[in-house]
């Protein structure tokens, strides 16, 4: 563990680079299933944040993409043609629209979750317990920028 503490640019790096490979594999897996629909990796990040938070608000979306609310129009338009998602006016305040994944992107979204699943549960099953927990709190401490 003291290794850790005399992280070298290199080795930061190294990391920074291995965080783009898993990235890039895991939803590079999905790829025919998502072309089939003509949909691209916005397309799939959206379906993930409604799927994960069904009833999410569109603002909850924009801030959770972190993306503008000009940049999330087309996906969303393509996503509700398709019958992908729907949106359902809120009972107490009729102004906000909750986005929820209609019966087709269910079963469109469980289809592309098996193809990244594998990848996933495959290289955690391989770990020892330790290695995953403490995998599971480091991605956490950089996405939420813990130091």
């Known amino acids: 563990m003291k290794q850790l503490l005399y992280l070298k640019d290199e080795q930061i790096k190294?990391?920074?680079?291995l965080i783009f490979y898993a990235?890039?594999?895991?939803?590079?897996?999905?790829k025919e299933i998502l072309a089939k629909k003509f949909f691209g990796p916005a397309h799939l990040r959206v379906l993930n944040l409604i799927e994960r938070n069904p009833g999410i608000s569109?603002?909850?979306?924009?801030?959770?993409?972190?993306?503008?609310?000009?940049?999330?129009?087309?996906?969303?338009?393509?996503?509700?043609?398709?019958?992908?998602?729907k949106q359902i006016k809120d009972d107490k305040d009729t102004r906000r629209k909750n986005l929820f994944l209609d019966k087709e992107g269910?079963?469109?979204?469980d289809k592309v979750y098996e193809?990244?699943?594998?990848?996933?549960?495959?290289?955690?099953?391989?770990?020892?317990p330790d290695s995953v927990l403490k995998f599971k709190e480091v991605l956490k401490k950089i996405i939420n920028g813990k130091r």
């Open 106 to 109: 269910k079963v469109f979204f």
């Open 23 to 30: 990235y890039r594999e895991t939803f590079s897996d999905p």
């Open 115 to 128: 193809t990244q699943k594998k990848r996933i549960f495959e290289a955690l099953k391989s770990s020892d």
């Open 14 to 17: 190294d990391f920074i680079q």
């Open 58 to 85: 569109l603002g909850e979306l924009i801030f959770k993409l972190k993306v503008t609310k000009q940049s999330l129009n087309r996906v969303l338009r393509e996503l509700i043609k398709s019958k992908m998602i």
